[in-house]
Antibody, heavy 127, light 107 residues
Framework: EVQLVESGGGLVQPGGSLRLSCAAS????????MDWVRQAPGKGLEWVGR??????????EYAASVKGRFTISRDDSKNSLFMEMNSLKTEDTAAYYC??????????????????WGQGTLVTVSS | AIQMTQSPSSLSASVGDRVTIACQAS??????LGWYQQKPGKAPNLLIY???ILQSGVPSRFSGSGSGTDFTLTISSLQPEDFATYYC?????????FGQGTKLEIK
């Protein structure tokens, strides 16, 4: 069974750091792009960033709101994805989800499928 | 960044109703769009990708259409388990962006 399990959330003071983990099972992590998506309490979904797969040299993309503060990495030997979050702000308070990205080819175009998602881990930034 | 605007923001409907949710992109995104369903306290779940392709295991009462800037998600006959919040997501470029969500409630 394909499964993603996030961990590492918690309460941190503004300006602090936190490292989230996403443990993957049922598939080979290095074959897939992996994303982080967050959701502030009572709000909508916000795309945070991406780690491409081994074939694409594990390159990354970030939302402007976290660029320079968050870093996505992975340890394929442990089948795990990570996100190092530094200089945390109160507005970073959210549930953080990891998601596996499958690329589907159709008529020469490539489309992304965010599936599955983990259950989420809550990060609270507060003094 | 591409802005995705969903309408309506909330919708009340009854079991058996046909409902349509719209999503408009601020620029042409071809058919690089997905629809996701989220229930309270749960992670989102993929319904539709490439604007109109039904994800495996998703009931056929869900359908998607559109291309360019205007997209729709239609539920042909609402079931009790469909009351949830729905999001569109553009993957045309970075940063990927979600619509603000449409909350579907029981009338």
């Amino acid at each position: 069974e394909v499964q993603l399990v996030e961990s590492g959330g918690g309460l941190v003071q503004p300006g602090g750091s936190l490292r989230l983990s996403c443990a993957a099972s049922g598939f080979t992590l290095s074959d897939y792009y992996m994303d982080w998506v967050r959701q502030a309490p009572g709000k909508g979904l916000e795309w945070v960033g991406r780690s491409r797969n081994k074939a694409n040299s594990y390159t990354t993309e970030y939302a402007a709101s976290v660029k320079g503060r968050f870093t996505i990495s992975r340890d394929d030997s442990k089948n795990s994805l990570f996100m190092e979050m530094n200089s945390l702000k109160t507005e970073d308070t959210a549930a953080y989800y990891c998601a596996r990205i499958t690329i589907h080819e159709s008529s020469g175009s490539y489309h992304e499928k965010f599936d599955p998602w983990g259950q989420g881990t809550l990060v609270t930034v507060s003094s | 960044a591409i802005q995705m605007t969903q309408s309506p923001s909330s919708l009340s409907a009854s079991v058996g109703d046909r409902v349509t949710i719209a999503c408009q992109a601020s620029q042409d995104i071809s058919n690089e769009l997905g629809w996701y369903q989220q229930k309270p306290g749960k992670a989102p779940n993929l319904l539709i990708y490439a604007a109109s392709i039904l994800q495996s295991g998703v009931p056929s009462r869900f359908s998607g259409s559109g291309s360019g800037t205007d997209f729709t998600l239609t539920i042909s006959s609402l079931q009790p388990e469909d009351f949830a919040t729905y999001y569109c997501l553009q993957e045309y470029n970075y940063p990927h962006t979600f619509g603000q969500g449409t909350k579907l409630e029981i009338k």
